[in-house]
């Protein structure tokens, strides 16, 4: 994976990142990161699974009404 590549992927992750108390006390920040990438991946899937069902036609009702 390339720098920008990475950069990405980091963004991604780190919106999602948000270690409980008890992790950040015990020392498990990985499986918060774990748990964030997990979500990220997930929530992708579920965007792509949308693009692969969208019509043309749906495309275009919804262009016609300026959704971006």
């Known amino acids: 994976m390339d720098r920008f590549g990475k950069e990405r992927a980091v963004r991604s992750v780190s919106g999602y990142y948000f270690p409980r108390p008890h992790e950040v006390c015990l020392g498990k920040n990985e499986d918060a990161f ?3 990438k997990q979500e ?3 929530n992708m899937k579920n965007h792509i ?3 692969e ?3 043309y036609e749906d495309f275009l009702n919804l262009a016609k009404k300026g959704i971006d």
């Open 53 to 55: 069902n969208l019509s």
């Open 49 to 51: 699974t949308e693009i």
């Open 34 to 36: 774990n748990r964030a």
């Open 40 to 42: 990220v991946i997930s």
